[in-house]
């Protein structure tokens, strides 16, 4: 690295190690899942606290700081005059439910051969920390900054992203935003998305009990369960079910899974499906539950979406991916709702369509959509010169040769008139046995790479500083 500013970034970084991870170690001990709204916690007391926290480390830093109603807040090198252009960037301090299969509580931040455990140690507290050390270095070093660095801290980004939507309601916008919570090296383009439940009519007389599963619908389930009236002797359990005999004319089937993010299905094992395909397997549930099955299990049988006949591909992004996320039985009716990421050469009122006409096939009226809400993709020229200078500086920093790409996770770049995803994940880096992915048990992240991808950041931001935005 032949930039003179390295040094001085390298023992900044380097230095503060411990104070990084003392603070990641705060942060993350907060639990962030959105609750009920209350006054002044817009998504729950759970966000609204993280957030705070957040804030509070900012001011700790010697940073400004400023909380927009517990929506989002942020923090700064310095104030920002109105008009005034600036740099940004945004991560989230809200997280997905901590689900099954910690090894450990997940909310204390632990430390194992070099990785972090803990919920959003990667997604997105751990980011939300290295930003806020970025801007320390940037306002600590005296660093001429033609541009003004804000860190936002969103509280919504997992559910709505209502955050960041208040924000642009409230708010000037960036001239340019990058947000560390996705991969390296830089992400110039996201697939849409298409999300809603597959709902049964109200099931009377039939077989199932109760049926549950999964902590998020953006999520692939790693357990689920469902009560069913029948006899033990009824069901040949397959690979990741297990039975258990209440001993009153029901059983309990368990499926057990494996879990990962519903941008990047591959490798997962949904619980959900398993227990579909057992039921089904067994012949003991009703016509109408039968019928609503065989359409579930079309949903589970390929993460393409082939058999619900949605599948795309326009080699531009990756094809489509499809995962059920959560099921519940609510007021007699099943409700099974999906997580779709899709490609530019389809959009939702085809997706709807395709699924609606896949359904009526396999079961009549039997399912129908509900909840249904879309986003379409963005895709932002690589050539551009703030993407060169981001993937010039990812390169130079960990000497790869790598490119812009596209992805099926959805960011909050895309509510920005200019923005990218930026780090800190590398997809080439395997997970020790003990650690877990984004979303899963035991979300892991090198702090190795944590402290790798700080440096990058400072740097990054440093050159930004030199275009015409």
Same mark, same amino acid.
């Given at each position: ?21 003392? +603070? ?19 998504? *729950? ?12 480390i ?12 517990n ?9 920002? /005059? ?7 960037t ?25 990785w ?40 919504n ?11 642009a309601?409230?708010?000037e ?23 809603g ?11 199932i009990? +109760? ?18 009236? /029948? ?17 009153? *004319? ?12 519903a ?19 067994s012949g ?5 539950e ?28 990756d094809?489509?991916?499809?995962? *059920? ?35 009526t096939?396999?079961c009549?009226?039997?399912a ?42 959805g ?21 020790p046995d ?36």
């Amino acid at each position: 690295m032949n930039d003179p500013r390295w040094a001085s970034i390298d023992a900044f970084a380097e230095t503060n190690r411990d104070n990084i991870l003392r +603070d990641i170690s705060r942060l993350c001990a907060v639990p962030s899942v959105e609750g009920k709204p209350e006054p002044g916690a817009p998504f *729950g007391p759970g966000p609204r606290d993280a957030l705070a926290k957040a804030l509070e480390i900012a001011a700790e830093l010697g940073l400004d700081t400023h909380n927009a109603d517990n929506y989002i807040g942020w923090a700064e090198t310095g104030p920002i /005059a109105g008009g005034q252009k600036f740099l940004a960037t945004i991560t989230h301090t809200d997280v997905v439910p901590e689900g099954n299969g910690w090894d450990a509580d997940p909310y204390t931040v632990r430390l194992r051969d070099g990785w972090l455990l803990g919920r959003g140690v990667a997604d997105d507290k751990g980011p939300s920390i290295l930003c806020l050390y970025a801007l320390k270095y940037l306002k600590d070093s005296g660093a001429a900054l033609r541009y003004p660095v804000r860190a936002l801290l969103g509280a919504n980004e997992e559910t709505g992203m209502l955050d960041v939507d208040y924000y642009a309601e409230h708010f000037e916008m960036p001239a340019f935003c990058f947000t560390p919570d996705a991969e390296f090296p830089v992400c110039n383009g996201e697939k849409g998305g298409f999300n809603g439940e597959i709902v049964s009519p109200v099931l009377t007389g039939g077989a199932i009990v +109760d049926f549950a599963g999964g902590v998020a619908h953006n999520a692939v389930p790693d357990r689920a369960y469902c009560v069913v009236r /029948a006899a033990a002797d009824a069901f040949h359990p397959g690979e990741g079910v297990t039975l258990e005999d209440n001993g009153d *004319g029901t059983v309990t089937l368990r499926g057990w899974g494996k879990s990962g993010h519903a941008a990047m299905p591959e490798g997962t094992v949904n619980a959900i499906g398993l227990l579909v395909g057992c039921l089904l397997d067994s012949g003991i549930c009703s016509p109408a539950e039968t019928a609503y099955l065989n359409v579930l299990q079309k949903l589970h049988a390929a993460s393409d979406g082939s058999a619900l006949g949605i599948a795309a591909d326009d080699g531009l992004f990756d094809p489509l991916t499809i995962i *059920g996320g959560t099921i519940e039985l609510r007021d007699g009716a099943l409700r099974q709702s999906f997580d779709c990421r899709y490609p530019t050469n389809t959009d939702a009122d085809r997706l709807t369509a395709a699924m609606t006409a896949a359904m009526t096939a396999v079961c009549g009226s039997a399912a129908h959509l509900e909840e249904v809400s879309s986003r379409v993709p963005f895709y932002i020229p690589a050539d551009s010169p703030a993407i060169q200078t981001l993937i010039r500086t990812y390169n130079e920093v960990t000497g790869e040769d790598k490119q812009p790409f596209t992805m099926g996770g959805g960011t909050y770049a895309r509510h920005f008139p200019f923005a990218v995803s930026f780090g800190p994940e590398h997809t080439d880096l395997p997970l020790p046995d003990f650690a877990g992915p984004m979303h899963g048990a035991n979300e892991g992240a090198s702090f190795d790479k944590l402290i790798e991808a700080l440096k990058i950041y400072i740097l990054a931001l440093l050159r930004l500083q030199e275009l015409e935005l």
